[in-house]
């Protein structure tokens, strides 16, 4: 910190372009070392670097304004209903052509050990509502 202090005043004095290069790459090296800092001792405490992200604060759904139907933009969930359901039934009776499918290449299935619903609730029980499952929280 002192390196940064001693620095700045260089410049001040100065005024010199090397010197506010100097400065800001020593800002930016002490900010880095800073924050590196600060991240290990997350992970270290709490062996998660997902504990790093604010998990908790609400995500905010998209808005339904960016939707237009028949030239007006769907403010309310009803007129989105309307937009929705009327798409979809002009589109219900329609021909598709399903041999575009087979031009998807095919993927190796994984195995899906079965587990009983009991199971489930027992395992997703002891995780916090608030937190995003993962490799980390949840197998």
């Given at each position: 910190m002192e390196e940064c202090s001693h620095s700045l005043n260089n410049y001040r004095i100065t005024r010199s372009l090397?010197?506010?290069k100097s400065f800001k790459k020593i800002v930016k090296n002490v900010k880095r070392s800073f924050f590196n800092e600060k991240i290990q001792e997350v992970?270290?405490?709490?062996?998660?670097p997902w504990e790093l992200m604010n998990w908790i604060s609400k995500h905010?759904?998209?808005t339904t304004k960016a939707i237009k139907h028949n030239g007006h933009p769907c403010f309310s969930p009803e007129s989105l209903w309307d937009a929705l359901h009327s798409t979809?039934?002009?589109a219900f009776n329609c021909q598709v052509n399903l041999?575009?499918?087979?031009?998807?290449e095919r993927k190796a299935t994984s195995q899906w050990y079965p587990f009983s619903k009991e199971e489930f609730k027992q395992v997703i029980s002891k995780y916090n509502n608030s937190l995003v499952p993962g490799p980390d929280k949840l197998t």
């Open positions: 090397d010197n506010w992970v270290n405490k709490s062996h998660s905010k759904l998209p979809f039934n002009t041999n575009i499918l087979s031009k998807i």
